[in-house]
């Protein structure tokens, strides 16, 4: 029995596909299936229920896991008590963002990482901000930079990068542009342009108009804020985004602010709550303090 194994295992199980889970491991299809099957010939019992759309473990695979994922949490423990002995960090560390530029120049905070820790192998993929928590949440990423409302979500702990006060955003010509304010009443009937549901900003809007008593009329989604903007540039409905990023929008926008209440959604860096990250994310995570350290750091940093 090799240890591989137990972590393709693992992987097939909370992947529930042999092609996610090799994808998740970067190592070929064939090669996982391989390894359970001869791990599977070794017991002398089926640990896989292969016959479904999706891959389940049997009686028996539900027995093993547990053991399995008790042999991988302790050989991560003895390499990161060997690291912290030689200074070393190795490994790897998988990372989601939402498609915002929320760490400003993320491509720069991840070459000084690797800069500092370059036998660390870094991935970095996009998604809305439900589905990285998800991935935190069952072990897929090691770190997620995702954005939320008032309330940390529940299964994670997490780094608060910014916090943004949401407005409206409309084009010179539209007939709240010559308000400064208005209340988030206003908005009950209008064609509203946000991110998806998911989506912090979006969790952050509905929300304040829950407190404010009626549903928000989104009539248009995109996952990219500058869609969002430019859908709102094109006159096809208001768009509710940050202030900044309407007041630098090329198309010209207006931002408006909305009160009674204010909208309110956080950028942060968040890692599974239940369980220690690796060697390598906890590296980053230090990193990430470090760069986000000083006057423009938000106070509430948790884990």
């Given at each position: 029995?090799?240890?591989?194994?137990?972590?393709?295992?693992?992987?097939?199980?909370?992947?529930?596909?042999?092609?996610?889970a090799?994808?998740?491991?970067?190592?070929?299809?064939?090669?996982?299936?391989?390894?359970i099957?001869?791990?599977?010939r070794?017991?002398?019992?089926?640990?896989?229920?292969?016959?479904?759309?999706t891959?389940?473990?049997?009686?028996?695979?539900?027995?093993?896991l547990?053991?399995?994922?008790?042999?991988?949490?302790?050989?991560?423990?003895?390499?990161?008590?060997?690291?912290?002995?030689?200074?070393?960090?190795?490994?790897?560390?998988?990372?989601?963002?939402?498609?915002?530029?929320p760490?400003?120049?993320?491509?720069?905070?991840?070459?000084?990482?690797?800069?500092?820790?370059?036998?660390?192998?870094?991935?970095?993929?996009?998604?809305?901000?439900?589905?990285?928590?998800?991935?935190?949440?069952?072990?897929?990423?090691?770190?997620?930079v995702?954005?939320?409302?008032?309330?940390?979500?529940?299964?994670?702990?997490g780094?608060?990068?910014?916090?943004?006060?949401?407005?409206?955003?409309?084009?010179?010509?539209?007939?709240?542009?010559?308000?400064?304010?208005?209340?988030?009443?206003?908005?009950?009937?209008?064609?509203?342009?946000?991110?998806?549901?998911?989506?912090?900003?979006?969790?952050?809007?509905?929300?304040?108009?829950?407190?404010?008593?009626?549903r928000?009329?989104?009539?248009?989604?995109?996952?990219?804020?500058?869609?969002?903007?430019?859908?709102?540039?094109?006159?096809?409905?208001?768009?509710i985004?940050?202030?900044?990023?309407?007041?630098?929008?090329?198309?010209?926008?207006r931002?408006?602010?909305?009160?009674?209440?204010?909208?309110?959604a956080?950028?942060?860096?968040?890692?599974?709550?239940?369980?220690?990250?690796?060697?390598?994310?906890r590296?980053?995570?230090?990193?990430?303090?470090?760069?986000?350290?000083?006057?423009g750091?938000a106070?509430?940093?948790?884990?």
């Amino acid at each position: 029995m090799e240890l591989r194994q137990l972590e393709y295992l693992v992987a097939v199980v909370d992947e529930a596909s042999f092609t996610r889970a090799a994808a998740r491991l970067h190592v070929a299809q064939p090669g996982v299936s391989a390894q359970i099957r001869q791990l599977e010939r070794e017991l002398g019992q089926e640990l896989l229920d292969r016959t479904g759309r999706t891959v389940r473990p049997t009686s028996v695979g539900e027995a093993v896991l547990p053991y399995a994922r008790a042999a991988l949490d302790n050989v991560a423990a003895v390499r990161h008590a060997v690291e912290q002995l030689t200074g070393l960090v190795r490994g790897r560390v998988a990372i989601g963002t939402i498609p915002s530029r929320p760490l400003g120049e993320l491509p720069g905070l991840l070459a000084a990482f690797h800069r500092a820790h370059p036998d660390v192998e870094i991935t970095l993929t996009e998604d809305r901000s439900d589905r990285l928590l998800d991935a935190v949440r069952a072990g897929r990423l090691d770190l997620a930079v995702v954005g939320v409302a008032e309330r940390r979500p529940a299964g994670v702990d997490g780094l608060v990068v910014t916090e943004q006060e949401l407005g409206a955003a409309v084009p010179p010509g539209h007939p709240l542009a010559v308000h400064a304010e208005i209340t988030l009443g206003a908005l009950r009937d209008a064609p509203l342009a946000c991110l998806p549901r998911g989506s912090g900003m979006r969790t952050a809007l509905e929300a304040a108009c829950a407190t404010a008593g009626f549903r928000p009329r989104v009539a248009f989604e995109a996952g990219d804020p500058f869609m969002v903007g430019q859908l709102a540039a094109d006159g096809l409905g208001i768009a509710i985004l940050p202030a900044a990023f309407a007041a630098a929008h090329p198309g010209g926008l207006r931002p408006v602010a909305l009160t009674s209440p204010r909208p309110r959604a956080r950028i942060e860096l968040v890692w599974r709550a239940d369980a220690p990250t690796g060697p390598a994310a906890r590296a980053f995570v230090a990193h990430a303090r470090a760069a986000f350290a000083g006057p423009g750091e938000a106070p509430d940093r948790a884990g």
